[in-house]
């Protein structure tokens, strides 16, 4: 492990003979947290999270205690509970880890915070392609069951009086955003819904006041709750407290899934120390640190400006610290940690192409910005790639990236545009490049790599 790491949620992950058994678990200190909370006013454990400067690891980074404090408690409704473990982000690999090798924490979590809410359900949202997962938390909560820590025969000095169901998701990418998820639990189709006035924490799932939160976030509560708000506050950066999980993909040498405190390390660090630089022979080129719909950051470039507490900054990529303010500073965003590294092998208007190809086919079709802005961003980049491309084709692409951002019910139509935004200026000279080589009939230059 990195001198650079902090592992919290990792720290099972990789201790020898570690199982995902309930009895291992309890026995490395599982659901201690848990009966702590118990022995708590809701209220007070809601402090907690909200003392605690917890931010949501789904990609929105919105203060969870905040979050929580927005539920509709007047309305006499029953509240739920909704863990989003979605996780659709193309680069995104942490949540499904935590599921696989450690589900009792993401339960241990989720029933702390059922606690604080009041929640009378608990659903589980899991990607449908994601069978092994669900197979084994369905065998975790069946465990904590059968240890009266949820369920109808809960065992009330020791857990929270809940149901917990699994939902296998169909596979589709704006599931992943909270409203499209509670349509899609309703069986319906997963087309998000209009906020206002469908506030999840107002009016959610089945028309009722429903807490929406990603693994990572449940996870994170467990050791809230385990070491208090406070202390939890005192660790990271300022506006972004405790640590943050990165999964690394792409060409270094040492991709993977690595957890750091937030802001105690660069991406240079990241990149380098901890994943073993570039590949022999190759430079990086560019990088995407939040999942494939944060803005890209070219190598070489550099940022100047304040951070919200005042501090000038003057950065290239590589000193970027690891935080969700650090990262907005310069333009881009942390989202859901998922790193995405290109070297120079790498032929960007390929890259962007696939990009685009992924958001066209997860457009739910609802808002006409996205639904034909994702098609045309995707047939514009297909035609470059295939040789028919224009130099118009580089400024059209801008065109209708700006005409799909902040124009669409949920954020997949900033998903659809951001990495346009952000690549088509950055790269223009070698789009243009790409362009004329390939119309000219010339051959792919030697060394650069079709993605």
Known sequence: MSAHERRILLANVDRPGYTTDIACYQHHGGYIALQKALAMPPAQVCD?????????????????GVKWGFLDRKSGKPIYLVVNADESEPGTFKDRQIIY??????????????????????FIYIRGEFQNGAKILAHAIEEARAHGLCGANTNQNKGY???IVVHRGGGCYVCGEETGLIESLEGKRGYPRIKPPYFPA?????GCPTIVNNVETMAQVKHILEHGGAAFAETGA????????????????????????????????????ICGGPLDGRRFKALIPGGSSAKILKFGERFTGKLPNGTAFDWGVEDIPLDANSLTACGTSLGTGGVIVMDDSVEMVQALANIN????????????P??????WLARITKRIVKGGGREEDVAMLADIADQIAGRTICAHGDAVAWPVQSAVPKFREEYLESIHRRTSGQTQPKGLRLI
Do not use: M, N
């Open 202 to 206: 107002v009016l959610g799932l089945y």
């Open 161 to 163: 009086p809940v149901e």
């Open 357 to 368: 190809a992924f958001y066209a086919h997860e457009t739910c079709g609802q808002c006409t």
């Open 48 to 64: 907690e999270v909200k003392r605690s400067g917890l931010r949501g690891r789904g990609g929105a980074g919105f203060p969870t």
């Open 238 to 273: 300022a506006g972004d407290s405790g640590t943050h999980l990165w999964g690394v993909s792409g060409l270094v040498k040492h991709p993977g899934l690595y957890e750091i405190e937030a802001g105690k390390a660069t991406l240079g660090e990241l990149l380098h120390d």
């Open 101 to 122: 090798r450690d589900p009792h924490q993401l339960l241990e979590g989720t029933l702390i915070t059922a606690h604080a809410i009041q929640a009378a359900q608990i």
């Open 370 to 375: 996205c639904r034909e802005g994702s098609q």
